[in-house]
Nanobody
Framework: QVQLVESGGGSVQAGGSLRLSCVAS????????MGWFRQAPGKEREGVAVLYKSDGSTFFAASVKGRFTISHDNAENTLYLQMNSLKAEDTATYYCAYDLVGPLPHELGTAADFGDWGQGTQVTVS
């Protein structure tokens, strides 16, 4: 079973930046799909950014495109989400997600496309 541990959340003023990290362990396949989702109170969990390690393709929600970047450090088995120009509407709990395959065809997908999840890290923008 895959274990995912997020960190890097916190409180920041609008316009600021945060970098989330997700350390993954418990899998051996080098080709998989990892991503970041977020969930605000009373709302459904939504996709933020996804990275396919098979071809390096990335997909972003329209609301974060141009402000967020996703990357992966293979040596450290760590997924990152760099969030810049943060807005109040980015406030949510952010979850790291993993799936052996991910959405097909490659796209941002939904929470149902991912089988493993981290515990979440809170991001508050004021």
């Amino acid at each position: 079973q895959v274990q995912l541990v997020e960190s890097g959340g916190g409180s920041v003023q609008a316009g600021g930046s945060l970098r989330l990290s997700c350390v993954a362990s418990g899998y051996t396949y080098s080709s998989n799909c990892m991503g970041w989702f977020r969930q605000a109170p009373g709302k459904e969990r939504e996709g933020v950014a996804v990275l396919y390690k098979s071809d390096g393709s990335t997909f972003f929600a329209a609301s974060v495109k141009g402000r967020f970047t996703i990357s992966h450090d293979n040596a450290e088995n760590t997924l990152y989400l760099q969030m810049n120009s943060l807005k109040a509407e980015d406030t949510a709990t952010y979850y790291c997600a993993y799936d052996l395959v991910g959405p097909l065809p490659h796209e941002l997908g939904t929470a149902a496309d991912f089988g493993d999840w981290g515990q979440g890290t809170q991001v508050t923008v004021s």
